[in-house]
């Protein structure tokens, strides 16, 4: 027993040393241009993420769009001021909803986020919070907190195996998971305290931040593919909880000015050259139900769209569920009322109409997609409809 | 006992291990009297090797490993008279593309090549039959190189917390592993996109961070290079 308690102590000292050696120091924000020390932790999390941000930078996914960079990159300016220069913007064409900061300051924004939020305010909440995530180094202290948890965990392994009771580890290794976790889940509550006073700071409306997770949470309930993790295993705190906050957040700073501001229109002007284009890979992910309940939102917002109630057609028609497809030809009804229906409508409606026997309308919506699209990938298709419809 | 599983934990694999593949036809062509092999950007990662297994890379020790990668496999060409290009840090989409469609090739030929087993493909056989398809002749084009050399090392070192958890771990009879070298290189006929030549190198005495032993390790990562 003496030698495995000398043994222990010896451990134990060792692992003081490296836990000193590793002491926490609080992160400064970055000055612009920072770059930490090659021979840092944070020089090699920077090397791995600049070779991952150079990846998205020559990705044929990316969105180079210099109208809609600008348009994106203007509103990271107004909220991070001197910091402007130091981030980059890369805007990625896939169907998530999502952004993230890298710990270098790059900072990378879906597509399908752009898609759903309403206005500008809504986007200037969530830039503030990735550009806390960079101006917190959140990921380094994250990391090194991961790394040095682990550590203490491999020692403690060691003098719980010497005294024979090698099980205390796994159980303390579980312990320390879940502290992570929770720590993760501090920092996106950090992010979201201090995003929503850069927004508010630059006067973008306060009541608009909570909206985004509310119908966030909306169209995951409409799924019931959709399986929430534990709260306790997920790295972000609940959608319902940062909706709570943020409102209450909301109510407190509102009185504190006359007039916020949301921009609306110039948030729908800079998206809409690309909504076709967006939606289509919404609906391309395949969760109709979300889909669904995604356009049916943002068909109520904006009435005159054509692409809009066209796309909601689709999602009800690939959703399938009872009087689904009634509600998928009304939707392609309204699409083709309004000014801007892509052709594609009339094509949808004439499949449909076929569907249900109206060979008459069939042939006639076959015909006008023909018109309206002659050069269509699949015309040869719908002709060979057409012949067959005129048949018998 | 204890004394074996120390030894074991210190000299086990302690020497180079490389594992060479050739596909069924090799032969070496050149379009003209100047031989010129394309290096793709060297895909390295040099990492120190926590206490508890996790991995902090090392932007200084990977600069210096990438230059002494490029500088020694430039002097191995050399002596065979070959001429090296090389992309550097890659800008142009479409060759970044082909950088991330060999990484795919590769990381198949790792699996079902060289795994086996259960992801053996029963088409396949042994022989190294893997091509990046015609789209690599676009880097023929652009180089003006009949060959490109794909280089991958992932490269991990022990920290002195993770020896001291070794040494304890080996007191008590247990094997606790410390940093280990591995990488694969790969030569593709830049005509056809056919990958005529993989290695996989495995060595846990590797070292890319000085010169000399970078040297070595660039040589066991050529071996059987049929240039």
């Keep these: ?392 | 006992v204890r004394f074996g599983a120390l030894a074991a934990a210190l000299f086990l694999g302690a020497c180079a291990h490389t594992d060479v593949k050739t596909a069924a036809s090799t032969t070496i062509q050149w379009s003209g009297p100047s031989k010129r092999v394309l290096l793709m950007e060297p895909n390295v990662t040099l990492s120190e090797l926590e206490a508890g297994g996790g991995l902090t890379p090392r932007a200084d020790w990977t600069a210096s490993a990438k230059g002494f990668i490029e500088a020694d496999i430039r002097n191995a060409l050399a002596s065979r008279s070959i001429d090296l290009a090389a992309t550097g840090t890659i800008t142009d989409p479409h060759v970044a593309q082909l950088s991330k469609l060999h990484d795919a090739v590769g990381n198949a030929i790792l699996l079902h090549l060289y795994m086996g087993g259960v992801a053996k493909l029963p088409t396949k056989g042994k022989a190294l039959d893997w091509t990046l398809g015609p789209g690599a002749n676009d880097l023929r084009a652009k180089y003006g190189a009949d060959y490109a050399l794909f280089t991958h090392v992932e490269d991990t070192y022990t920290s002195a917390g993770r020896w001291i958890v070794m040494l304890g771990a080996a007191a008590l009879g247990v094997g606790v592993s410390g940093g280990r070298q591995v990488g694969f290189a790969s030569l593709v006929d830049l005509r056809t996109g056919q990958i005529v030549w993989f290695n996989l190198l495995s060595n846990a005495a590797g070292d890319l961070r000085t010169e000399k032993p970078a040297q070595d390790t660039v040589t066991h990562l050529l071996e059987g290079i049929p240039l």
């Design chain 1, 1 to 392: 027993l003496k030698r495995c308690l000398t043994f222990a102590a010896a451990v134990l000292l060792a692992a003081a040393q490296v836990e000193a050696s590793l002491a926490e120091n609080l992160p400064a924000t970055p000055i612009p241009g920072y770059r930490p020390a090659a021979a840092s932790d944070e020089g090699g999390l920077w090397m791995l993420t600049e070779k991952q941000e150079h990846a998205i930078a020559v990705s044929p996914s990316r969105i180079t769009d210099p109208q809609l960079n600008a348009y994106v990159k203007g509103v990271i300016c107004k909220l991070s001021r001197e910091q402007c220069q130091t981030l980059r913007l890369y805007i990625v064409d896939t169907p998530q909803f999502n952004a993230f900061a890298m710990p270098n300051g790059a900072i990378v924004v879906y597509s399908g986020l752009l898609l759903r939020l309403d206005n500008e305010a809504e986007l200037a909440f969530v830039l503030g919070h990735e550009i806390t995530h960079y101006t917190h180094k959140h990921t380094l202290a994250r990391f090194e907190r991961a790394t040095r948890m682990s550590n203490v965990l491999a020692f403690f392994a060691l003098v719980t195996m010497g005294l024979g009771v090698g099980g205390l580890a796994g159980v303390t290794g579980n312990a320390l998971a879940a502290n992570l976790l929770a720590y993760s889940r501090d920092q996106e509550r950090e992010a979201d305290a201090t995003g929503f006073d850069l927004a508010v700071a630059a006067g973008y409306d306060p009541q608009q931040a909570g909206r985004t997770w509310r119908f966030v949470s909306d169209e995951h309930k409409a799924n019931p593919r959709r399986i929430d993790i534990a709260a306790f295993l997920s790295t972000h705190p609940q959608d319902t909880e940062r909706m709570a906050s943020l409102d209450a957040r909301a109510a407190q700073v509102a009185p504190s000015r006359t007039t916020w501001f949301a921009n609306d229109a110039d948030y729908r002007d800079a998206m809409h050259p690309f909504l076709a284009r967006w939606l289509e890979g919404e609906i391309n992910r395949g969760e109709p139900e979300e889909s669904v309940v995604l356009l049916s939102r943002l068909v109520a917002n904006q009435p005159a769209s054509g692409v809009l109630r066209y796309y909601l057609g689709v999602a009800y028609r690939k959703r399938g569920g009872a009087g689904d497809l009634d509600a998928a030809r009304t939707a392609y009804g309204q699409a083709i009322a309004c000014a801007d229906a892509p052709s594609a409508a009339w094509r949808d409606q004439g499949l449909l109409a076929m569907r249900s026997g109206d060979k008459s309308e069939a042939r006639v919506d076959f015909e006008k997609y023909l018109s309206a699209a002659p050069a269509a990938d699949d015309k040869a298709m719908i002709q060979y409809y057409l012949a067959q419809l005129s048949g018998n």
